[in-house]
């Protein structure tokens, strides 16, 4: 079982920067795939970011590649997501997800790829 919390969360302007963290409880972090997700109001859950478990491979959303990174510290039990070059349509509710069913290589983009997830945290750009 892992539990998950997300923080780091606000409100910026547009053009601004910002990093999410998500702390994960569990001597066995470091053998979770991790992945972001946001959901803005009306819309459904999209993929943002996911980062292997070995930190060796990361997919992103075209919408958000080249501005989003995502990174892990196992000895931190963390994983980030450095957001830059922030717009207003990036304002959503975003959420980590973890799980250990995939191998070093593999960063699952879809939310059904995921066990755990955290309560999430709003991210809102004004224009």
């Known amino acids: 079982q892992v539990q998950l919390v997300e923080s780091g969360g606000g409100l910026v302007q547009a053009g601004g920067s910002l990093r999410l963290s998500c702390a994960a409880s569990g001597r066995t972090f470091s053998s979770y795939a991790m992945g972001w997700f946001r959901q803005a109001p009306g819309k459904e859950r999209e993929f943002v970011a996911s980062?292997?478990?070995?930190?060796?491979?990361?997919n992103y959303a075209d919408s958000v590649k080249g501005r989003f990174t995502i990174s892990r510290a196992n000895a931190k039990n963390t994983v980030y997501l450095q957001m830059n070059s922030l717009k207003p349509e990036d304002t959503a509710v975003y959420s980590c997800a973890a799980s250990n069913r995939y191998s070093r290589y593999e960063a699952p983009t879809g939310p059904m790829s995921y066990d755990y997830w955290g309560q999430g945290t709003q991210i809102t750009v004004s224009s």
């Open positions: 980062i292997s478990w070995s930190g060796i491979s990361t």
